[in-house]
T-cell receptor, first 117, second 113 residues
Framework: DTGVSQDPRHKITKRGQNVTFRCDPI?????LYWYRQTLGQGPEFLTY????????KSRLLSDRFSAERPKGSFSTLEIQRTEQGDSAMYLC???????????????FGQGTRLTVV | AQKVTQAQTEISVVEKEDVTLDCVYE???????LFWYKQPPSGELVFLIR??????QNEISGRYSWNFQKSTSSFNFTITASQVVDSAVYFC??????????FGTGTRLLVSP
């Protein structure tokens, strides 16, 4: 078990550019979550998938943000026309959907730190 | 709406001291789950514990212990005999139905030798 993997770890981009981040969850996990964390704050929920279905999106996820999980395995988060306010750590987590006797804690990746200049 | 409050922004202790991190939560759900995560400088959130709303038993795991009190909506975390490696930001979080986590703002713990 290699844990949740995120790529890239760091991204610096110019305002107005598009960026895409990738998350590879723990292989047997069917739920995948995206969170955003700004300096001095706790992570804030953005969206989550169960298998390939996107089940919930936060109001924080503006029209410039889109997330996909096409085959129910890895996921991508794209930000179009980046703004300075998008600068943050983007965290991915995965878990198993609840069932009797199953541990369903979310396990987090190391995050992608985005800086928009 | 769900909310988690961690009033302590930063705590500094000397190694071997005991330290308690406070967490107060708000929810209207009758079934919910409480978590603590540790975030070291590397950035990865490390799961420490999960508690469900029907289980108010305190738990001890090595130097870590947790005190869950529904009457005061609190889920406090105590580290006994703190060590330098305990230095990190600690987050308390709340969820219903194992869906999204609602995090507090975190408490930065600095343990000096």
């Amino acid at each position: 078990d290699t844990g949740v993997s995120q790529d890239p770890r760091h991204k610096i981009t110019k305002r107005g550019q598009n960026v895409t981040f990738r998350c590879d969850p723990i292989s047997e996990h069917n739920r995948l979550y995206w969170y955003r964390q700004t300096l001095g704050q706790g992570p804030e929920f953005l969206t989550y998938f169960q298998n390939e279905a996107q089940l919930e999106k936060s109001r924080l996820l503006s029209d410039r943000f889109s997330a996909e999980r096409p085959k129910g395995s890895f996921s991508t988060l794209e930000i179009q026309r980046t703004e300075q306010g998008d600068s943050a750590m983007y965290l991915c987590a995965s878990s198993l959907a609840p069932s009797t006797g199953t541990n369903t804690e979310a396990f987090f990746g190391q995050g992608t730190r985005l800086t928009v200049v | 709406a769900q909310k988690v409050t961690q009033a302590q922004t930063e705590i500094s202790v000397v190694e071997k001291e005991d330290v308690t991190l406070d967490c107060v939560y708000e929810t209207r759900d009758t079934t919910y789950y409480l978590f603590w995560y540790k975030q070291p400088p590397s950035g990865e959130l490390v799961f420490l514990i999960r508690r469900n709303s029907f289980d108010e038993q305190n738990e001890i795991s090595g130097r870590y212990s947790w005190n869950f009190q529904k009457s005061t909506s609190s889920f406090n975390f105590t580290i006994t005999a703190s060590q330098v490696v305990d230095s990190a930001v600690y987050f308390c979080a709340l969820s219903s139905g194992f869906q999204k986590l609602v995090f507090g703002t975190g408490t930065r713990l600095l343990v000096s030798p």
